[in-house]
């Protein structure tokens, strides 16, 4: 198993370019999240997703689209990118294990945008 | 919005010392889960807490979670350069989404050998 894979893993972009992300995961998990992991700020939550087809908003969605089309794939969307979406975004999976939700996350994709 | 503070931002300790990391939540928390993150890596989930006042060892790292289920700490026993990274406590609320969790800023440990 891969587990979470993410693509591409380094990427700088000009601002008002646009970028999709891939986030994908082997382990049938029908929980998918997208944070973004700036210094000093922890983790925040963008967009979610709890099944295919289903997605929903997070902390800190504005300037970011996802789409869920199949079960394994979780897509993160930039449509103009600005100098304040430099970041660090990690995806991560997790399925009920009982009443643990425990998260496993992908290498991450560092953003840089010029 | 809810909140989940963690306290320190760093932590600097000589090889052998003790370490601690607390968390707290501006609302009670159905649980809470701790991961750690090794520099340049991704967070990898250490362990979930649910019961009020519940208490789990894991070898030299203990977890506790509040009687109030607003605060919760991790304390590394004699630390080795190992434990080096930036520790995370993320909770999850009472009716909000399943799975959703909302992230400390985080404990950056950095261990002198």
């Known amino acids: 198993n891969a587990g979470v894979t993410q693509t591409p893993k380094f990427r700088v972009l000009k601002t008002g370019q646009s970028m999709t992300l891939l986030c994908a995961q082997d382990?049938?998990?029908?929980?998918m999240y997208w944070y973004r992991q700036d210094p000093g700020m922890g983790l925040r939550l963008i967009h979610y997703?709890?099944?295919?087809?289903?997605?929903a908003k997070g902390e800190v969605p504005d300037g970011y689209n996802v789409s869920r089309l199949k079960k394994q794939n979780f897509l993160l969307g930039l449509e103009s990118a600005a100098p304040s979406q430099t970041s660090v975004y990690f995806c991560?999976?997790?399925?009920?294990?009982?009443?643990?939700?425990?998260?496993?996350f992908g290498p991450g994709t560092r953003l840089t945008v010029l | 919005g809810q909140q989940v503070m963690q306290i320190p931002q760093y932590q600097h300790v000589q090889e052998g010392e003790d370490f601690t990391t607390y968390c707290n939540s501006s609302?009670?928390?159905?649980?809470i889960q701790w991961y750690k993150q090794r520099p340049g890596g991704h967070p990898v989930f250490l362990i979930q807490?649910?019961?009020?006042?519940e208490v789990k060892k894991q070898k030299r790292l203990t977890f506790q979670f509040g009687e109030a289920k607003k605060n919760s700490s991790l304390h590394i026993t004699a630390t080795q350069t190992t434990d080096v990274g930036t520790y995370f406590c993320?909770?999850?609320?009472?009716?909000?989404?399943?799975?959703?969790?909302?992230f400390g800023k985080g404990t950056k440990l950095s261990v002198k050998p």
């Open positions: 991560a999976s997790s399925y009920p294990r009982g009443s643990v939700y425990e998260q496993f």
């Open positions: 382990m049938n998990h029908e929980y």
């Open positions: 997703s709890v099944g295919e087809g289903t997605t």
């Open positions: 609302t009670t928390l159905s649980n």
């Open positions: 807490l649910v019961k009020s006042g």
């Open positions: 993320a909770g999850s609320t009472y009716g909000g989404s399943q799975g959703n969790l909302i």
